[in-house]
């Protein structure tokens, strides 16, 4: 795998993932969409399906870790030892959120004005908790990752598929731990499980004229950071731990 493609990977299957993810909490929170109040299903669904879809582009493009996520290249560099990863996969991660989050902006052009709950416009773009307990917000992080990186790192294990899994078939199978996770355990924070997922759209919703905006909630966007990276790390604890 070159290293080029790789990061070029991370960053266009970062941009899919949260063009497709924040594009169907658009559809369901703005003003006139046809997809208006479509309800949770419909986002946990569309996130999952996101999560596929970024994975597939990215592998395609080169990259065959595809983590798009920071908190799985943190798990990756505590089980591999490849630190270089954090200085490569990190940045372009999150400048592919960024570029998804503007994308989300363009696409929706029309309905920003129209739609009168400022909440409503920054949950286009990053999470906001269901009720605000930083303190329980962030264990729900902390969990919701660790389920995502422990079932996600099963799916490939030896000992599930000793063969390997079959060509094409992984992306389509985190997409379904991601769908699992957002339907069981979303509900309290909107289930970030992903630096690059909250601060890349965070930092988009803070610089674009989105008419009728407010703050970009930055004192709770330490939890869906630290949250998930925590959560990653335990998982990769337990990991080597067990064997997975």
């Known amino acids: ?10 960053f266009v299957g970062t941009m899919i993932l ?6 169907v909490v658009g559809g369901v929170l703005l003003a006139r969409s046809k997809a208006e109040n479509a309800g949770w299903l419909a986002i946990t669904t569309g996130w999952a399906l996101a999560v596929f879809a970024g994975v597939a ?43 998804g989050a503007i994308l989300v902006w363009l696409f929706y052009l029309p309905h920003w004005k129209p739609t009168d709950d400022a909440a409503k416009k920054l949950s286009c773009f990053c999470t906001i908790p269901a009720i605000r307990r930083p303190a329980s ?3 729900s992080e902390v969990i919701g990752t660790f389920v995502l990186v422990v079932a996600a790192s099963a799916l490939v294990s030896r000992r599930l598929a000793p063969g390997g899994v079959a060509p ?13 996770i957002g339907l069981s355990l979303g509900a309290t924070t909107g289930y970030a499980i992903n630096p690059a997922r909250d601060l890349g759209p965070r930092l ?3 610089f674009l004229p989105i008419p009728g905006k407010k703050d970009s909630d930055w004192s709770y966007s330490w939890v869906p950071i630290l949250g998930p990276l925590c959560g990653a790390a335990i998982a990769a604890v337990f990991i080597r731990l067990t064997g997975i």
Request: proline share 4%; no cysteine; hydrophobic share 50%.
């Open 18 to 23: 949260i063009l497709l993810g924040n594009g």
């Open 204 to 206: 988009a919703h803070s």
């Open 57 to 99: 582009v990215s592998i395609s493009i080169g990259d065959k870790d595809a983590h798009l996520n920071p908190a799985f290249t943190v798990a990756s560099v505590l089980m591999t030892g490849h630190a270089e990863r954090l200085w490569t996969y990190i940045p372009a991660q999150v400048l592919g959120a960024i570029t």
């Open 168 to 180: 094409g078939l992984g992306p389509l199978l985190v997409g379904g731990v991601v769908w699992s």
């Open 1 to 10: 795998m070159h290293l080029d493609a790789a990061v070029l990977g991370e």
């Open 137 to 139: 917000n962030f264990l």
